[in-house]
């Protein structure tokens, strides 16, 4: 064994490795664990040019996967005023009003996260912001991205006199046929957006450096980025080259409705794109919206009789574009969050004849530790320790924030990952008067994120935070799928009842995250052999109590090998 690079002593290691469940001590040479075990297992192997941390008592846990994110989308939307957390609309203007302040003039006022609550009463139109933005274009993003609300002068400049007609399901809303200033879906957004002038490609690439880094140091060592391009893997490309990839990225590709067909072909090309720190190979989907605009796909109405379209007005070409990619080694990934469009994803993938796709046809470079199993109570459909051939990636949904119960088994029988995000829960009110309950009702409300459920019948649920939608931090992100409930709100506790528990939150972000894109053969647990990614908290973050995870530091997180966080 050559000399190792760094070594990791007097910890308290939980491995997720059911053959040695925990040691005090790693070794790691060459980006891998070399040695897992105690300090007289490691030391013989220290070298002169060694780094050896004396831990003292600190927890290490296998890197945290965040597996849904928007980190590069998200670096761009997440600027001007911070309105995540406004409770009324006096809030709103108060934070807005501060933001036009800080702009010069002729300057667009921007925003981000902004709760459709704010508007129970009043309704979303753009006048209730145009004083406090002092009459500039403003464009505010609604908390899900999925809607923004504009002002009257944005709509002037953007030229948006009346409704639109779009290729997906996308609104300008309007009352007697002028628009409100409320914009529904990326296509009729993007009619306002595309006005607001544009970063350079150099703010661009600061905005996300500096990104990936607030990864990082959160304890964050790779994550799914639900949105991409052949630009995308660009940026990658660069950001590798520069030493400014921190973390592992898996950048799919995202396809629209208004994707051309012979585009596919061309994204197709590009199916094993990697470098050392990130891949393709996955294909974005959305067949919905939002439960709270109404875009989100239904079996029955909501409450105001929205949901029942798809995002893809003809469905069937997005069945198609899944089997498109699909049959071409992609893993198919599709946004839903309604329970119809939860059944369309399952019934989409399951019409391809197959659950999932071959790991030797996805682009996924096959690791020398395939001898890995799954930890007990860890379901891995990627079939870690099987013969590579054998392996394949399961498809999957992302959100499942409403399922009908006949549809809730498949999952685990038809081999497909829930890739879901608790943090979606922490603004919803336990009386059910948030707009997101009134929307669905009681009955759908009482089948809300089923994470429990789901991780009982097999299934395997990988947790992310699909941020910029909700906070970032994966402490947050395992609280709330231990409590159910915005971790520092012990009076709201809506949905207890499909609390994960301590252990089954850290899968979910580790081994589970990593068998969700087929990698579970390499990372998500440590033993030897597997990639040196680690995370290092100053308490084990299972036995912490929920409530008290927010405030747990974060001391190191290692990628590769390399330390891209240190607070010790």
């Given at each position: ?60 846990v296998?890197?945290?996967?965040d ?14 005023a ?14 807005l009003?501060?933001?036009?302040a ?29 004083d ?24 002037k ?14 609104e ?23 006005q ?8 661009r690439?600061?905005?996300?450096v ?8 959160l ?6 980025a ?35 067909r ?5 994204l197709a ?5 990697h ?26 109405p ?7 379209l ?5 469905p ?18 599709t946004h839903?969050?309604g ?26 470079p ?16 990627s ?13 999957r ?43 669905l009702?009681?009955?759908r ?13 097999g ?15 994966p ?19 809506p ?17 589970n995250?990593?068998?969700a ?29 929920a ?22």
């Amino acid at each position: 064994m050559p000399d190792l690079d760094l070594v990791l002593l007097n910890a308290r290691v939980r491995t997720l490795d059911p053959e040695r469940p925990s040691a005090t001590a790693i070794g790691i040479a060459g980006g891998r664990i070399a040695v897992v075990g105690d300090a007289a297992d490691v030391r013989p192997h220290a070298g002169p040019g060694t780094e050896t941390i004396d831990l003292a008592g600190a927890a290490v846990v296998p890197g945290l996967i965040d597996a849904h994110t928007h980190p590069f989308k998200g670096a761009i939307d997440a600027r001007g005023a911070d309105l995540t957390g406004a409770r009324d609309l006096d809030e709103v203007r108060r934070r807005l009003a501060a933001e036009r302040a800080r702009t010069a003039d002729g300057d667009w006022v921007l925003g981000f996260g902004l709760g459709y609550d704010v508007f129970a009463a009043t309704g979303a139109h753009g006048h209730l912001i145009e004083d406090a933005v002092g009459g500039a274009p403003a464009f505010l993003l609604l908390m899900d991205l999925h809607t923004a609300l504009v002002s009257p002068r944005a709509l002037k400049l953007a030229g948006v006199t009346g409704p639109r007609a779009f290729d997906e399901q996308s609104e300008v809303v309007c009352a007697d046929g002028v628009p409100t200033g409320e914009l529904r879906e990326w296509a009729a957004m993007d009619l306002v957006r595309d006005q607001i002038p544009e970063l350079t490609g150099e703010q661009r690439h600061a905005l996300y450096v500096a990104q990936l880094r607030r990864f990082a140091a959160l304890g964050i060592t790779g994550t799914h980025a639900m949105d991409g391009s052949l630009a995308t893997h660009d940026t990658l490309r660069r950001l590798e080259a520069d030493g400014d990839l921190p973390i592992r990225v898996v950048a799919p590709f995202w396809i629209t409705p208004d994707t051309p067909r012979d585009e596919w072909s061309v994204l197709a090309e590009h199916r094993d794109a990697h470098g050392r720190r990130w891949r393709g190979g996955v294909a974005k989907f959305f067949v919905d919206g939002v439960i709270d605009s109404g875009t989100g796909w239904l079996v029955d109405p909501d409450t105001e009789g929205d949901g029942t379209l798809p995002f893809w007005p003809d469905p069937a070409r997005y069945r198609e574009a899944v089997a498109f990619f699909a049959s071409r080694g992609f893993q198919c990934a599709t946004h839903a969050c309604g329970d119809r469009a939860v059944r369309e994803a399952l019934d989409a993938y399951r019409a391809t004849g197959e659950a999932g796709v071959p790991l030797h046809e996805a682009g996924v470079p096959l690791h020398p530790a395939l001898t890995a199993g799954a930890p007990s109570g860890v379901a891995s459909r990627s079939g870690a320790g099987a013969d590579p051939a054998a392996r394949r990636i399961p498809h999957r949904v992302e959100h499942i924030e409403t399922i009908q119960p006949e549809d809730l088994p498949r999952f685990a029988a038809e081999g497909v990952t829930a890739s879901m995000q608790t943090q979606h829960m922490m603004d919803l009110a336990p009386d059910r008067s948030d707009n997101w309950s009134r929307r669905l009702g009681p009955d759908r409300c009482d089948r809300a994120f089923r994470t429990r459920e789901l991780w009982g019948t097999g299934a395997l649920v990988a947790l992310g935070s699909d941020w910029p939608v909700v906070g970032l931090d994966p402490r947050e992100g395992m609280a709330s799928a231990r409590l159910r409930r915005n971790p520092s709100d012990p009076a709201q506790a809506p949905y207890d009842d499909q609390a994960l528990d301590g252990l089954q939150a850290l899968v979910g972000y580790t081994r589970n995250a990593a068998a969700a894109v087929g990698e579970d053969d390499r990372r998500g647990t440590i033993r030897a052999g597997f990639d040196a990614d680690l995370t290092v908290f100053a308490v084990d973050p299972v036995t912490t109590a929920a409530e008290d995870l927010l405030a747990l530091p974060v001391l190191l997180t290692v990628v590769d090998g390399e330390i891209v966080h240190r607070a010790v």
